[in-house]
């Protein structure tokens, strides 16, 4: 089994919150990345620890239900005891899709109270709206960048202890505010338009409803 | 340290032409930020680990392109991994090709197929070397006792 990433052995019994708070005051979310690709899982991994988030990645749907307990009794607790906060997976996987294993965790009783976060290359406005409408917090466009998972991230720490049914409108903001470094990123577009590369014609984005929620497509250059 | 600020500049120089020619896009950048003291050769590990999983795919699609009777969507799997990765890591020339690549899977063409296999070869074998003399330009610096240039 290739579960990577770490993973902390804490002395806690099982089923306790872990929020960890680590030295600087900051609480740390545990996120488990589900996807086929060994360099995608390397880099998602490096983009949520230097993001301080606990990580554990799997390659594939199947692995990530082993993870959560498919029986769900002990809850939305990896089998080593950690709370699992948040769920990025990749969309295309050979065997269970991301949408897939989307479904079966909203499925759960147990585990559907996880916000589930999609990740996908493919810009498709039929794929976005299945995975909104079956709950996905997120719609992720690869590759994600460190913009993506702070905004992620600050999402998930607002929302947690609230009523998880409530969904913010987060749109992302016009500049990247989020990049402290130098590099040259290109400006990442908040606007909901219906994606001159995507084959299907959008008469979808009448919806209201898909539209406060509809992932921040990214408008590449 | 005459040589060192030579070499730095070397670098920056040689980096932005690979930008310039397309070789590299903004992702590589993205992956220049994930790299830390904490971390100081995430680059270079991610980078190696997508030249070994280009080698497992490229064997695999030569072998895919062998048989007999072409199985598509083992292709085009494999291809949307290959786009996937080279994505990942910002290779964009490559992922280029891979996107061609796939409609040619898509429009079940052998021909396209074998010659986009070709392309994408030769574009893989290109960015590989351009980083291999990336890196190892990093090396000499931090050997002569530099220290790397912010991106």
Same mark, same amino acid.
Do not use: W
């Given at each position: 089994?290739?579960?990577?990433?770490?993973?902390?052995?804490?002395?806690?019994?099982?089923?306790?919150?872990?929020?960890?708070?680590?030295?600087?005051?900051?609480?740390?979310?545990?996120?488990?990345?589900?996807?086929?690709?060994?360099?995608?899982?390397?880099?998602?991994?490096?983009?949520?620890?230097?993001?301080?988030? &606990?990580?554990?990645?799997?390659?594939?749907?199947?692995?990530?239900?082993?993870?959560?307990?498919?029986?769900?009794?002990?809850?939305?607790?990896?089998?080593?005891?950690? &709370?699992?906060?948040? $769920?990025?997976? #990749?969309?295309?996987?050979?065997?269970?899709?991301?949408?897939?294993?989307?479904?079966?965790?909203?499925?759960?009783?147990?585990?559907?109270?996880?916000?589930?976060?999609?990740?996908?290359?493919?810009?498709?406005?039929?794929?976005?709206?299945?995975?909104?409408?079956?709950?996905?917090?997120?719609?992720?466009?690869? =590759?994600?960048?460190?913009?993506?998972?702070?905004?992620?991230?600050?999402?998930?720490?607002?929302?947690?202890?609230? #009523?998880?049914?409530?969904?913010?409108?987060?749109?992302?903001?016009?500049?990247?505010?989020?990049?402290?470094?130098?590099? =040259?990123?290109?400006?990442?577009? %908040?606007?909901?338009?219906?994606?001159?590369?995507?084959?299907?014609? %959008?008469?979808?984005?009448?919806?209201?409803?898909?539209? %406060?929620?509809?992932?921040?497509?990214?408008? &590449?250059? | 340290?005459?040589?060192?600020?030579?070499?730095?500049?070397?670098?920056?120089?040689?980096?932005?032409?690979?930008?310039?020619?397309?070789?590299?896009?903004?992702?590589?950048?993205?992956?220049?930020?994930?790299?830390?003291?904490?971390?100081?050769?995430?680059?270079?590990?991610?980078?190696?680990?997508?030249?070994?999983? %280009?080698?497992?795919?490229?064997?695999?699609?030569?072998?895919?392109?062998?048989?007999?009777? $072409?199985?598509?969507?083992?292709?085009?799997?494999?291809? @949307?991994?290959?786009?996937?990765?080279?994505?990942?890591?910002?290779? @964009?020339?490559?992922?280029?090709?891979?996107?061609?690549?796939?409609?040619?899977?898509?429009?079940?063409?052998?021909?396209?197929?074998?010659?986009?296999?070709?392309?994408?070869? @030769?574009?893989?074998?290109?960015?590989?070397?351009?980083?291999?003399?990336?890196?190892?330009?990093?090396?000499?610096?931090?050997?002569?006792?530099?220290?790397? =240039?912010?991106?």
């Amino acid at each position: 089994m290739s579960i990577t990433g770490q993973v902390l052995r804490r002395n806690l019994p099982e089923n306790v919150e872990v929020f960890d708070d680590s030295p600087s005051g900051s609480l740390e979310l545990h996120v488990l990345a589900v996807d086929d690709s060994v360099v995608d899982r390397m880099v998602i991994e490096r983009l949520l620890k230097i993001s301080s988030c &606990k990580v554990t990645t799997v390659e594939s749907g199947t692995r990530a239900l082993q993870y959560l307990g498919l029986d769900g009794e002990k809850g939305p607790v990896g089998f080593d005891g950690l &709370k699992v906060n948040l $769920i990025m997976t #990749d969309y295309s996987m050979p065997g269970m899709t991301g949408y897939e294993l989307l479904k079966k965790i909203k499925g759960s009783s147990v585990l559907r109270e996880i916000p589930v976060v999609i990740m996908s290359s493919e810009n498709v406005l039929a794929r976005i709206d299945r995975c909104l409408e079956e709950g996905a917090e997120e719609f992720l466009l690869k =590759p994600v960048k460190l913009s993506d998972v702070r905004r992620l991230k600050d999402f998930i720490t607002r929302g947690e202890g609230k #009523d998880s049914g409530e969904r913010i409108n987060h749109k992302r903001k016009r500049e990247d505010d989020y990049a402290s470094s130098s590099s =040259p990123s290109s400006p990442s577009s %908040s606007v909901l338009s219906a994606s001159s590369s995507s084959s299907s014609a %959008s008469s979808s984005l009448s919806s209201s409803a898909r539209l %406060s929620k509809r992932a921040k497509l990214r408008n &590449k250059d | 340290m005459d040589s060192v600020v030579q070499l730095q500049k070397q670098l920056v120089d040689y980096i932005a032409s690979l930008f310039h020619e397309g070789f590299l896009d903004e992702q590589f950048n993205q992956l220049q930020q994930l790299q830390d003291e904490s971390n100081p050769d995430f680059v270079v590990e991610v980078v190696s680990l997508f030249f070994e999983d %280009s080698e497992r795919l490229l064997n695999e699609l030569a072998k895919a392109l062998e048989q007999k009777t $072409i199985d598509f969507r083992k292709v085009d799997a494999h291809v @949307h991994q290959f786009k996937g990765s080279s994505s990942s890591i910002g290779a @964009h020339r490559v992922q280029k090709v891979c996107i061609a690549f796939r409609n040619y899977c898509e429009e079940q063409n052998v021909e396209g197929c074998l010659k986009c296999l070709q392309q994408v070869k @030769h574009e893989y074998s290109l960015v590989r070397n351009k980083l291999e003399t990336l890196f190892q330009l990093e090396k000499q610096i931090i050997a002569a006792g530099g220290s790397l =240039p912010a991106t």
